[in-house]
Nanobody, 116 residues
């Protein structure tokens, strides 16, 4: 069974940066999309960014120009570099994958808190 291990997150001040990583435990051959969702307190879970197997990238509008998603194929890992963090970026960030059968797997989530 595929497992996703997320690392990163924490408490930072506005304007600071954080880097999240998500390692996929199995073979990446069957993975078509990897990315990140986030869920603010009391709100729904929404897409932040994803990267497809072919390298296409999508960002949610509010993070464009501040967040960068990258992929290390040899390590089956994706990264989310988050710069110029804002209080509204505060959320639990979840890594996810979608495989060739459209099955979605989620990570356990990591807390990002932006506060002065």
């Amino acid at each position: 069974q595929v497992q996703l291990e997320e690392v990163g997150g924490g408490l930072v001040q506005p304007g600071a940066s954080l880097r999240l990583s998500c390692a996929h435990s199995g073979s990446a051959d069957n993975i078509y999309v990897m990315g990140w969702y986030r869920q603010p307190p009391g709100d729904q879970r929404d897409l932040v960014a994803h990267i497809t197997r072919s390298g296409n990238i999508h960002y949610e509008d509010s993070v464009k120009g501040r967040f960068t998603i990258t992929r290390d194929n040899t390590a089956n890992t994706i990264f989310l570099q988050m710069n110029d963090l804002r209080p509204e970026d505060t959320a639990v960030y979840y890594c996810y994958t979608i495989d060739s059968e459209a099955h979605r797997t989620w990570g356990q989530g990591t807390q990002v808190t932006v506060s002065s």
